[in-house]
């Protein structure tokens, strides 16, 4: 739902500038009664965008999926886990568009070429405090270039997974991913992903007919 209504700034501000920005701001906004808003002051955490990619191998009808650790959830579960399973993302660098970025993080992080590459949304992760948004999309295997792993001049060490369709949407109805970006990519990409799987299928099925009448006409 989009709605245009007024918001006054008197103060914005850089207080923190690092690989993460914040801005203080002071403004008053619009209330749904039409006043305005008693003056707030805001922090924002901006770390620009970001893009996701629910990446299926057709040939094999597995998804592939990557490991890696993570401080924040480490910090945050009190040092007992920081490693999650998720998708393959990476941030939107200046000059580069949400689909470049695709090509470039999947190859890096995974080691593929990609195809029928394909925007499911866009999402606000954590509104309340970060202007970060997630470009999430639905790509396919084309082939594979190299082992993957991350960049070793950014101190990536990434595992890369093939798991079966079935096994991943198990997990995911048992609760078991915890990133938010592979929650909503996996929920929003699983019917594109069964009507390829489908399709697979049933052009296998054709493929197993033609060789079996090719091997009756020839004996």
Known sequence: MKHTRKVEI????????????????RLRFEKFNGEMSAEVRRLCLDRGDAVAVVLFNRQNNKLVMIEQFRYPVYRALKRENGWLCELV????????????????????????????VKLLSTVFPSPGGMSERVYIFYAEVAGRENAGGGLAVEHEDIRVMELPVSKVYAMLKKGQFEDAKTVIGL????????????GRTRIQKR?????GQGKKRRA
Not at 110 to 115: D, E, H, L, N, P
Not at 187 to 198: C, T, Y
């Open 89 to 116: 993302a990476g941030v939107v660098e200046a000059g580069e568009t949400p689909k470049e970025v695709v090509a470039r993080e999947v190859m890096e992080e995974a080691g593929y070429r990609i195809k029928n």
């Open 187 to 198: 929920m929003q990409a699983e019917k594109l992903i069964r009507l390829r799987s489908q």
């Open 207 to 211: 493929r197993n007919s033609i060789s």
């Open 10 to 25: 008197s103060e914005e501000r850089l207080a923190y500038d690092d690989f993460f920005k914040i801005t203080v701001v």
